[in-house]
């Protein structure tokens, strides 16, 4: 059901949902799952978590928002145990990452303690593209999925209108004599959509004489890349936001001098614009454990969590706060660990590792056709990309377990092999089953993390302190965390380094920009690679959101659409009926 | 308050709130009144309808959405009165149209009449360039109007995001091999914003190789010239919508034949993305008269009036309904008389035709600066321009009052001349302090109204047949609507009367793209000017929303902003309250 598009790269943006169990026995569709479920109205939901009447907006019967007063109301209330759900290098094979998300929630639900599940916010390009949905699949899903893929509460198009006029802001202040004497060469700002649309990549506008705006080199990117949706999800409170978007870099000068959000003076009607777009979205699980979903940035160019605000209120309102990160561990999971936690002030109790042994088998040099035979040499030759993921966490001094996915075409044999190999390791491993049985096949993974989060920490450690330099930042990561040997630097990330320098922003955290198919920069080179170098193309100034992004390789910040889009499927019925989401 | 652009003719789309009177002794703005209001929860208004629990969607406290379903459960019940408000040509002075519109809602329902007023949803991009607001002002606005003028409920959203999707498809099926063998020159189909931003107006796409789609010239409108607003607004349902998204010409073959949405096959992912935007959005005025705030098509490029779906709802659940459209009776009025009436199979009991004594002044020949002291032979002068439109709404056979919206600065002479002329020719004419006073303030407009309807309708009479040719249908407009002396066609729209009519759209309503400043194509004859050539630029199909646009002119589809954009003192306090829209 799934299907790859030939810039797979960008195509598979948010992680996969497990549905290729449908491979076998098993025919309806996540959609179909979704549609059939009977959902509880969302006061219901918001009743269990005891919020009161001015803290809950409704949209509709099944979605709210809700008032970030909550925060303030449970300011002195102990934050509940935070888990992070992350993975392995994704591959074509699929891991289901946000399935094991939900159904890990909704078994921690079975077992009567008091969970949140906190996602992130699905991008409509990829959802039409190739995708279909991005809220997890099966009997562990998010709900209303068709409204939650579809606009949701409008967070995104919050997001697409104010990182659109602030452009539509900027291009008319050189309209109009350009005061603050931008270089219209030098314009780091673009404008954005929410859709796959290669041909808006590369553009010329202002053209059409002196009317129509003065004519520049342009792009569009998707929205969840842009630096406001990384704002809003690093951002603690509304004047927080303020704040940030008021640091957004979007230009320089004729003399090289940055020019910010606040030079334009519209840093006021950004946020007036995002007001609605900052509250976390109530929604609810298939089996109606309570789920926020709030904030969607790219995990190749941004961060890739959920936002801040979101997490740290479920941390108030839930005992067990089930989270997950972009991509793999490497991307997303370094992320989270580095940046957000950073920003939120707060640490994981414990971290999932989600891996398939269809995946793993990929890794192991197996291609996508011949996953169904049993394998244990592919196995044993793809585990060491989970084995580098764990040691990944483990420089943390966070509690790892490792989720093994089951699908229908595991065999016995692999199965025994994977929990030998922790066994071995002393590393904690579970089976679960949440695509097929809901939390129910979750529940082993729920009491494992019951008892570690329960046992003594060891002191969160970052992998890099915020006063290294930008370039021992970079090298710190892609040593610890990519197990890579070296990193170059070109020209240009050289003398960016020292521009940015200069600028006073050498102490933010960097946001890596790398494909997620490898540790490596290469998307080919899977398993476990070894003694590879890290190319830095460039650098990127995302100073709202307080991060440096190092781009490596080509990370594409605009998908484009697959020979036959999702889209050409999609239809809705007469009453209103949502079809060929997925 | 209120600025004028340098491109006058597309910033001021909406039309004018009446906050003129602020010169003089009010200091609130619009916004500060509407703040400080009361609000009644939306469910209080809901109950007032007597809508069924399953009939309503709450977006937060103050909005909501109402199920299509209702026009089923009503289909038997006979349609309340509908009042139709336009005005005369628009000028600097301000009319306040929208300001009449709902202060005579309320008036209704001040003398106990079960009255809702329908209007447009206001444009975001105009609201942040020069306008602040669009949903009436002083004591006779819709609120939450700061909610109504952001984000509302998404349906412009909606709309932006349809359309686009829409292009990357269309561009998407052009990389993928082009089966449909489209032009790549012959694109119709342009991207949206909503918002102005002149740079987009013209632009080249697809540059930076053959993995970025093919380079093309295109360009950007506002979110509402798209004809996706019109087909919306003109859909009786669902299912209507499909068939009309289907059938809108995006492009033509290089064999020059119509390719449409459904050769591409994505009408239904369009109509699934449109599924909520189609629910007509319920909220208050500031006296808690129910308003139906449901879309927002320009008035020049499309119809300018609201959705055919909100009116026929109102309709049913309402004993009067107050409605506008867009600028002028020439403009805005007349389409909604010849296209609207057609699409809905409704026409109105009774036409207001709003006029201040400042405006009628600039039409004979006073500047903005001189509106403040007495001068009635410039009212002798400009009344011409009222005496036409009241001539154009009596060729429908629909019964007319005017509505002189009183301002602080008019004289008693000024008023009585107008009371005097009106007199003379038995043209019915009321005074309305609707800004001032709210509801209060139109009662004797309200009661002029009640009285009017009660009396024998003369049979509704439509300017133009359908099958009459395009030609003939223009000429029509032009010579009884705008008092032309002749209509001049370009060699291109000649060419493309002849290719519409091989193609089989000649039996369509046309909608006029003219300037809303004159009643000629030439926005500086104000008045009523004779002898005037009307000419016609070229011609534009839209096929989905079933009409024939006839430009003439320079109509913009895209506004720019002016230097000191209203953007500038947008701001939200720590709270999530507006501040700076007006």
Redesign the interface.
């Known amino acids: 059901m799934k299907k790859m598009s030939k ?1 797979g790269t960008i195509n598979n943006m948010y992680d996969s949902l497990g549905d290729e169990n449908m491979d076998s026995t098993v025919v309806k569709s996540d959609l179909d799952i979704a549609l059939e479920s009977e959902m509880k109205k969302i006061d219901e939901i918001a009743t269990t978590l005891q919020l009161e009447d001015d803290e809950i ?5 099944y979605k709210a ?1 809700l008032s970030l007063s909550i925060l303030d109301r449970l300011h002195t209330k102990p934050d509940g145990k935070l888990i992070l759900v992350t993975s392995i290098n994704p591959t074509p094979a699929g891991e289901g990452k946000s399935t094991v998300t939900v159904g890990l929630a909704q078994a921690f639900h079975q077992i009567g303690k008091k969970a949140i599940v906190a996602l992130r916010e699905p991008s ?1 390009g990829p959802t ?1 593209g190739v995708k279909g949905g991005a809220t997890g699949g099966g009997y562990s899903q998010v709900v209303p999925m068709d409204d939650i893929n ?2 949701f509460t ?1 967070d995104i ?2 997001i ?2 104010a990182n ?2 602030l ?3 900027l ?2 202040h050189i ?3 350009n005061e603050l004497q931008i270089d219209p060469r030098k314009i780091t700002w673009k ?1 954005v ?16 004489g002196p ?4 004519p520049r080199e ?1 792009g569009f990117d998707i929205t969840v890349a842009s630096e406001i949706m990384a704002v809003l999800c690093l951002a603690s ?3 927080d936001l ?1 704040v940030r978007l008021k640091r957004i870099v979007v230009a320089y000068t004729i003399h090289n001098e940055p020019v910010t959000v606040g030079d334009l ?2 840093e ?2 950004l ?3 995002l ?2 777009a900052i509250k976390p979205n109530l929604v609810q699980t298939l089996e109606h454990t309570p789920a926020i979903i709030h904030g969607g940035p790219f995990a190749n160019i941004a961060h890739g969590c959920n936002s801040v605000i979101a997490t740290k209120m479920a941390a108030k309102l839930g005992d067990y706060v089930i989270t997950e990160a972009g991509f793999g561990a490497d991307l997303g999971g370094e992320k989270f660990l580095n940046i957000k936690t950073r920003a939120a002030n707060l640490s994981p109790n414990a971290v999932v590792i989600v891996a398939t042994i269809r995946a793993l088998k990929m890794h192991g040099g197996v291609n996508k056709a011949e996953l169904k035979s049993e394998n244990v040499q592919a196995l044993t030759d793809g585990i060491c990309n989970l084995e580098k993921h764990i040691d990944t966490i483990n420089q943390f001094n966070v509690p790892v377990v490792v989720a093994i996915n089951k699908f229908l075409t595991d065999t016995e044999n692999e199965v025994n092999f994977i929990k030998e190999w922790c066994k071995e390791r002393g590393v904690e491993v579970v089976l679960t089953e949440v695509w097929e049985k809901g939390g129910l096949g979750g529940i082993e993974l729920a009491e494992t993390i019951s008892r570690l989060v329960e046992e003594p920490a060891k002191p969160f450690e970052y992998i890099y302190d915020l006063e290294d330099s930008i370039e021992d930042k970079i090298i710190k990561i892609a040593q610890k965390v990519y197990g890579a040997k070296d990193v170059q630097f070109s020209a240009k990330a050289i003398k960016q380094m020292n521009d940015f320098e200069n600028y006073g922003w050498s102490n933010l955290p960097i946001c890596m920009a790398k494909t997620q198919y490898s540790l490596s920069d290469q998307p080919k080179l899977l398993g476990r690679p070894e003694g590879f170098t890290i190319e830095i193309r460039e650098l990127k100034a995302s100073i709202g959101a307080g991060f440096i992004v190092a781009l490596t390789g080509n990370v594409l910040t605009m998908p ?2 697959p ?1 036959e ?1 999702v ?6 019925d ?3 009926n ?3 989401l997925f």
């Open positions: 810039n907006e409704y949209y509709g019967k928002k409509l039409m579809l606009h409008g198009h919050a697409t209108t659109n006029a452009a539509a802001l291009d008319n309209q109009q004599g404008r959509v929410d859709l796959n649309d290669r041909a808006l990549r590369k553009i010329v506008i202002g053209l059409g009317t129509q705006g003065v342009d409170s509304l004047d303020k003076g519209v006021g009607a946020t007036l614009l007001r609605d484009g659409l020979k889009p889209a050409l499927n999609m239809d809705v007469s009453k209103g949502a079809i060929g």
